[in-house]
């Protein structure tokens, strides 16, 4: 299996929309999407499942994702929400086919402390995800904690100047 981490792109303030889940992406984090969506059908030419989390920014992220992946079907996965356990997350992933490649958008520190998850076998954050940022994790066979493979992780600007 391959796990790609998206993190939402920029979003409006949290006092511009009220309630923090319905922060909408700013006009910006909408453009720096759709140049991200070029670099990563490069680098990852297909996906079979899209999972995001229900907050608004994630799902316009995901939506903007998945135009440009075949207008792939977004899946609202709640254990993608910000503050849930990185097992709850590992335990939604270990349904999914082997054999797949999965993106995955969600929010900070969560999608960090999963990668560690996935990579360390310990919830902590290894690395940063910028807004907008990506990783791809690899599994030779079944998701174990502590057994991904890091193949690579950019940040926005790095998969904005892939995108040309």
């Known amino acids: 299996m391959r796990v790609l981490l998206i993190r939402h792109a920029k979003a409006e303030d949290g006092s511009a929309s009220g309630a923090d889940s319905q922060r909408a992406l700013t006009p910006e984090g909408r453009k720096d999407t759709h140049k991200a969506v070029r670099a990563l059908r490069s ?3 297909k996906t ?7 907050l608004v920014r994630a799902q316009q992220t995901a939506e903007i994702l998945a135009a440009g992946f075949d207008d ?14 990185a097992t709850t997350l590992l335990a939604w992933l270990l349904d999914q086919p082997i054999d797949a490649t999965v993106m995955l958008v969600g929010h900070e520190p969560d999608l960090s402390c999963f990668a560690g998850l996935l990579l360390s076998g310990d919830p902590r954050s290894v690395l940063e995800l910028k807004k907008g940022a990506a990783c791809l994790i690899e599994f030779k066979g079944r998701v174990q904690a502590g ?11 790095q998969l904005r100047a892939l995108s040309t």
Not at 48 to 54: E, I, T, W
Not at 72 to 85: C, I, Y
């Open 43 to 45: 680098l990852v030419q």
């Open 48 to 54: 079979d499942v899209l999972a995001s989390s229900p």
């Open 72 to 85: 792939q079907r977004v899946t609202e996965v709640a254990a993608l929400s910000p503050g849930t356990p």
């Open 147 to 157: 057994r991904g493979c890091l193949l690579w992780a950019l940040t926005p600007k």
